[in-house]
């Protein structure tokens, strides 16, 4: 099933294609001139899952977005304080290519402008039979993912047009901020602005910054956290230039933007947003790449004071029903439909909080799994905060699967915030059903389906107690016999049957209608332990507990049993041992079948 988010992205580049404003760089080699209407969106999670659409793979150049993967160099290679003294961490509200410098020490105000990034590029050396460029390549590929080149034919083109670049690499290098040559310099900051990448390769280099400079993908750690949490707070302050105040404020995550029509977007610990096209503003910014953002922030809600509210909200686990029955004991012809079919219902688990990380991270689960899963559960017990993105994608989810004759059901409990449906769900999918505990939706799924794959025969109204499976190693007379030393008895809804602490009452058989079996647990709350039905029995347990009866058992609607009293039980042990031998073979083969079952189900009921 096509995940609701690649969706969204898919409307989104739809909606945004049709902004005209802008014109795209005009430096460019011959034959290489951009296209106004090229627009790729990619949205990379830091366990390296892309979401892409549009012109995703076509390369161009890197241009500015290299400033904060080599000011990450730099600061890895010298340490903080001495790419301090070259180069401050301030905005300055002026225009990338400013010819502006700090009028005492003559530092560039941050390395997000062009003087900032000449500043830069002096500092880096080769290294381990690598020069500068080299390791400067490298280092951005190992972000990548991928081995990436730097275009000979764009630096050739942005040498010829770099006046304004060269004069403040020499004014740089006038107070002692590019200790060398300045020419060198400006070249090494060329050929990081000529590297070529495509929107994924800047989607997955921004995961890795997100992911606290570990490559989602390959696992590497290119930066470690201190270097990343330096680059991203320059990013945040200064990494849109002039324009960097609205951002913060209308999209609020730190990002850098490229003449070559790149947009780089960082969402701490959770994605990395990138966005192609190559018409700009008179920033420099890319104007579909800008509204992209801006849209993406609020539809995803990816503010970073919205985000910081999320934790590592995930998927916790995703298991068939089989593997946590409800509380209902099935026939023999039921379970074999549910152990045959039970793989077509699946419960999908999830803890934390649903904003971006969290939502996403549902939403792609419950997108993978496969066809054959008619029913998918949410246990949203665990989630203790939710925005209006979870609520949205749930609502798609439902649309989704309720269009393939799928159901969605949600476990909410008592505290989990409300994740209804939204009431633009549309007419062609209802609401799902919502549930406070896990029990009760499984039960639910496996009713749906016995209803979709069981026979009528899987599930009886009524069963003749000379029919109950608990009898069916004895023969058709013997039967009879015990049938006729049964009292028959009925009983209204909610009537409580057998009580706590009683003594042994006598073998009930379930002719129609259904139990409840109710228990204390530890906090002294009652609970449900299972629900039984026709064909069933209850009572002859109490023999194995000092005569006394260890739950309470209630009327669900009327109920019609026949019950095998004590006395009766006595007078056939009396005139007929021999029949009452069998009868308790058969009853104690039916109670070793329900221990087995209590057994491998204890686990599950205290999760229900």
Known sequence: MESPIQQYLEQLLAEVQHLGAGAPYDVHPAGREPRPGDFGICLATVDGRV????????????????????????????????????????????????????????????????????????????????????????????????????????????????????????????????????????????????VQVSCRDLALMAATLANGGTQPLTGEQVFEIDVVERVLSVMMTSGMYDDAGAWVSSVGMPAKSGVGGGTLAVLPGQAGLAVFSPPLDGHGNSVRGLETCRRLSTDMEMHFVRSARNGRSAVRITREISELPSRVRRTEEEAEVLERHGHRARIVEVTGDLFFAGTESLVRAVSELEDTVDFVVLDL??????????????????????????????????????????????????????????????????????????????????????????????????????????????????????????????????????????????????????????????????????????????????????????????????????????????????AYTLVDRYLREAAVRLTY
């Open 51 to 194: 979401y892409s659409v549009g012109v995703a793979d076509q390369e161009f150049s890197i241009q500015s977005i290299s400033k904060p993967f080599s000011y990450g160099l730099a600061l890895a290679d010298y340490g903080f304080e001495a790419v301090d003294e070259k180069v401050d961490v301030e905005p300055s509200g002026d225009p990338f290519n400013q010819i502006s410098l700090a009028p005492v020490t003559g530092r560039p105000p941050n390395a997000m402008v062009n003087a900032g990034a000449l500043a830069v590029a002096g500092m880096i050396r080769g290294a381990g039979g690598k020069s500068g460029v080299r390791r400067i390549v490298d280092t951005y590929s190992r972000f990548a993912g991928r081995d990436l080149t730097s275009s000979r034919s764009v630096f050739d083109v942005e040498i010829r047009q770099s006046d304004r670049n060269h004069s403040l690499a020499y004014l740089l290098s006038s107070v002692g901020i590019i200790e060398n040559d300045p020419t060198r310099a400006l070249e090494v900051y060329l050929r990081q602005c000529a």
């Open 381 to 590: 017990r665990q989630v203790y905060d939710a925005g209006r993105l979870a609520r949205q994608m749930i609502t798609a989810l439902q649309r989704q699967l309720a269009a393939a004759g799928r159901e969605l059901v949600l476990v909410t409990g008592e505290e989990a915030p409300s994740l209804t449906v939204t009431d633009d769900a549309g007419p062609e999918s209802s609401a799902p059903a919502v549930y406070q505990g896990l029990g009760e939706a499984v039960e639910h799924c496996e009713d749906a389906l016995l209803d979709r794959y069981g026979t009528p025969a899987a599930a009886p109204e009524r069963v003749p107690v000379t029919d109950s499976p608990a009898l069916a190693p004895l023969a058709g007379p013997e039967r009879e016999r015990l049938a006729e030393l049964m009292e028959h008895r009925v009983h209204a809804d909610g009537d409580v049957i057998r009580r706590v602490g009683q003594r042994f009452g006598g073998v009930h058989f379930i002719v129609a209608g259904r139990i409840n079996t109710i228990a204390t647990d530890p906090g002294g709350e009652r609970v449900r332990l299972n629900t039984l039905g026709p064909g069933m029995t209850f009572g002859e347990l109490a023999l194995g507990t000092s005569d006394r009866q260890e739950t309470t058992e209630k009327a669900v609607g009327d109920v019609e049993l026949m019950v095998l009293t004590p006395e009766a039980i006595e007078a056939l042990e009396a005139e007929d041992p021999g029949l009452a031998l069998q009868l308790w073979r058969a009853l104690t083969r039916d």
